[in-house]
């Protein structure tokens, strides 16, 4: 049953991930990437894990894509992402990555027993979720809420600021 | 079920952002790229919180998930930003730092 579930979702999931890569336009990328959302999110459901599940599927395909989906709008670059193959100079650094990790992942698939091991998944309700969370994880949340509200900071004094290559005011220079 | 699957699908992910963040040049899909990253490592997170059955593995994919967000609302200011001063959010157009 899980095996049934899982090969057509990490199909999906790899497929979106490709169209990120190779999709010409920016929005159809975009779109691509929601397909990977969706399936890992249901990736998340086998393994047990339905609170982050559908926190992944909020924060990502409700917040995170939209952001991106109303900026790229914003700019109007929808239309304008060049071909791949004006890039394929850097082809080979791709290249030079894919086939040593390519190799090192069928090694560790052959030869390590950790990869044939059966999983013992936990469940991650809500309630043990969040007991676990605010319980043994309670310093390191608040802390990432603090980074969070940086990130706002950071943010709005950003967006905020009208120039970013700006000219020296007097016009002798060393 | 066993955990090899998991971590294969999770490396294939990382191996196609690795290549996104190379072969795009557009900073937004740059930023995608980033995300599908992030992504693989919050699946062998998850799975291996289910392979020794503890659920810190949950908690730290949680955290990752709002460091991403965090990321993601830096990064868009910075690409607004940047649009708003050079026209472009193309890397070949952008080249103030190029040494």
């Known amino acids: 049953m899980e095996a049934f579930l899982f090969y057509p979702f990490a199909f999906l999931a790899i497929l979106g991930a490709g169209g990120v890569v190779f999709l010409r336009k920016p929005v159809r990328a975009l779109l691509a990437l929601v397909l990977t959302m969706f399936s890992l999110a249901v990736l998340f459901f086998l393994l047990q894990a339905p609170f982050v599940a559908m926190v992944h599927i909020v924060v990502y395909a409700g917040a995170v894509l939209v952001l991106f989906l109303f900026v790229i709008m914003l700019l109007g670059i929808g239309a304008r992402e060049s071909r791949l193959g004006e890039n394929a100079r850097k082809g080979f650094l791709g290249l030079a990555f894919f086939v040593p990790s390519a190799f090192l992942i069928l090694l560790l698939y052959l030869f390590s027993p950790l990869t044939r091991e059966p999983l013992q998944p936990v469940p991650g309700s809500p309630e043990s979720f969040g007991k676990f969370l605010f319980t043994r994880y309670l310093l390191p949340f608040e802390l990432i809420s603090f980074l969070l509200l940086i990130g706002v900071f950071a943010a709005v004094a950003l967006a905020s600021s009208r120039t970013l290559f700006e000219e020296p005011e007097s016009p002798e220079r060393i | ?99």
Do not use: H
Not at chain 2, 15 to 20: D, E, P, T
Not at chain 2, 28 to 37: A, C, F, T, V
Not at chain 2, 50 to 77: K, P, S, Y
């Open chain 2, 1 to 99: 079920m066993p955990l090899g699957p998991y971590f294969v699908l999770s490396a294939i992910l990382f191996a196609l952002g690795l290549a996104g963040l190379f072969l795009r040049r557009n900073l937004l899909l740059i930023l995608l790229s980033i995300e599908i990253l992030l992504n693989s490592a919050n699946l062998s997170l998850i799975a291996g919180s289910a392979r020794w059955g503890d659920l810190t593995g949950q908690v730290f994919a949680f955290f990752g998930m709002t460091i991403a967000a965090a990321e993601v609302t830096v990064g868009l200011a910075l690409a607004i930003l940047l649009f708003r001063n050079a026209n472009s959010v193309d890397t070949k157009e952008i080249e103030l730092l190029k040494g």
